[in-house]
């Protein structure tokens, strides 16, 4: 019994030191990181929810504020990037078809901007 103890009483002791050292000697710092940083594959990912929520929501104004946050390049570029990857490393058609889906109105909406109003 008393050897179960002192095994119990090291681990607890352990423990507490672990958590004293990450807590106080050497803690997490946070980093301000953008999302323009992420790798492709993650970017993609990003695109894909985006069209996810397009297809729901229908507003490309808003899908292109989304997107904003992924860099300097235009909504459409990150697009035609994130298809072309997709279709590289085999994303599913439908999930293609919703980020295509989510270009075509892009494109719409660039159009839009650039007419001239009568």
Known sequence: ????????????????????YGWFV???RPIDITP???RIDYKTDYV?????AYEVD???AL??????ILGEAPPQALV?????FARKV???????????????????????????PP
Request: charged residues 20%; without cysteine; aromatic residues 6%.
């Open 63 to 68: 899908a292109a504020r989304r997107l904003a």
């Open 58 to 60: 229908k507003d490309s």
């Open 48 to 52: 894909l929810m985006i069209a996810e």
């Open 26 to 28: 050497q803690p997490v």
């Open 1 to 20: 019994m008393a050897r179960w103890f002192r095994f119990l009483i090291a681990i607890l002791i352990g423990a507490g030191l672990g958590l004293a």
């Open 90 to 116: 085999g994303y599913s058609e439908p999930d293609i078809s919703r980020m295509q889906a989510l270009q075509a109105s892009l494109q719409a909406l660039s159009l839009s901007d650039t007419t001239p």
């Open 36 to 38: 323009d940083t992420l």
């Open 80 to 84: 035609d990037q994130a298809i072309e």
